[in-house]
């Protein structure tokens, strides 16, 4: 039954981060106007509104233009239920999981706003530390790490800048790294970056390969985080850490 209730719990803030991947990017605020269909505007009925349901019974479109609607916002939402089952699982039902459930769920909307602008949002990047330094463990080892991996990747950055002369990583990639360090204390966030970096590997090949744009960096961070923060304990055995 408890289960049952966190993963609808999950469903619903995945429609909510729906909302933020939507509007942030574009600047709308994220209260108003009501949710509407992004192509024909015709304001959205209760029950088309539901999560993953809603796009079921609709068949994948719009109920009143029949336009197709995109399948990230089931996806998301799914994913959102998934994250939620998972740290819920970890952490047990306690005031942290709720923290942590919610820092891994704005990496997910810094992660889809990421693949579809090649940007990352401030307001949605520092929500997500505030919530990593309030999650489990103490707050001031949350802090102190958190503070230790900036610290760390702004060197980094800066050493890169120089040597590439150009603007090696964003800000972004440094809150993102204070917010690993918060959740997964200095030695996970170590493993976690390396985890991004050989999955993201082969798509940056491809990516340069193909003339395509700049490969999406924050999609592999966050799966790497919650990677770690999942399997910790077994992977940190696994290498003999
Ligand atoms: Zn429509």
């Given at each position: 039954?408890?289960?049952?209730?966190?993963?609808?719990?999950?469903?619903?803030?995945?429609?909510?981060?729906?909302?933020?991947?939507?509007?942030?990017?574009?600047?709308?605020?994220?209260?108003?106007?009501?949710?509407?269909?992004?192509?024909?505007?015709?304001?959205?009925?209760?029950?088309?509104?539901?999560?993953?349901?809603?796009?079921?019974?609709?068949?994948?479109?719009?109920?009143?233009?029949?336009?197709?609607?995109?399948?990230?916002?089931?996806?998301?939402?799914?994913?959102?239920?998934?994250?939620?089952?998972?740290?819920?699982?970890?952490?047990?039902?306690?005031?942290?999981?709720?923290?942590?459930?919610?820092?891994?769920?704005?990496?997910?909307?810094?992660?889809?706003?990421?693949?579809?602008?090649?940007?990352?949002?401030?307001?949605?990047?520092?929500?997500?530390?505030?919530?990593?330094?309030?999650?489990?463990?103490?707050?001031?080892?949350?802090?102190?790490?958190?503070?230790?991996?900036?610290?760390?990747?702004?060197?980094?950055?800066?050493?890169?800048?120089?040597?590439?002369?150009?603007?090696?990583?964003?800000e972004g990639d440094i809150i993102l790294g204070a917010t690993m360090g918060a959740?997964?204390?200095?030695?996970?966030?170590?493993?976690?970056?390396?985890?991004?970096?050989?999955?993201?590997?082969?798509?940056?090949?491809?990516?340069?390969?193909?003339?395509?744009?700049?490969?999406?960096?924050?999609?592999?961070?966050?799966?790497?985080?919650?990677?770690?923060?999942?399997?910790?304990?077994?992977?940190?055995?696994?290498?003999?850490?």
């Amino acid at each position: 039954m408890e289960w049952f209730f966190i993963i609808i719990v999950g469903l619903c803030f995945g429609s909510f981060a729906n909302v933020l991947i939507v509007r942030l990017p574009s600047n709308e605020s994220i209260a108003f106007p009501a949710s509407h269909c992004p192509k024909c505007k015709h304001k959205l009925r209760i029950y088309h509104n539901i999560p993953l349901l809603s796009y079921i019974f609709l068949g994948g479109k719009c109920a009143f233009c029949k336009k197709p609607i995109s399948i990230v916002y089931p996806l998301v939402e799914l994913s959102s239920a998934i994250i939620f089952t998972l740290i819920f699982y970890k952490l047990g039902i306690t005031v942290f999981a709720i923290f942590t459930s919610l820092a891994f769920l704005l990496l997910l909307v810094l992660s889809i706003i990421d693949m579809k602008t090649l940007m990352a949002s401030d307001s949605v990047n520092f929500s997500a530390l505030a919530f990593a330094i309030f999650s489990s463990g103490s707050f001031v080892d949350n802090a102190t790490n958190a503070l230790l991996l900036a610290g760390a990747l702004s060197l980094l950055r800066m050493g890169l800048s120089s040597l590439l002369k150009k603007e090696a990583m964003g800000e972004g990639d440094i809150i993102l790294g204070a917010t690993m360090g918060a959740l997964l204390g200095a030695k996970g966030a170590l493993l976690a970056l390396f985890i991004a970096a050989l999955a993201a590997l082969l798509p940056a090949l491809y990516n340069r390969r193909n003339n395509q744009a700049e490969t999406p960096f924050i999609p592999y961070l966050s799966f790497g985080t919650l990677v770690v923060f999942i399997f910790e304990q077994r992977l940190f055995d696994l290498l003999g850490w």
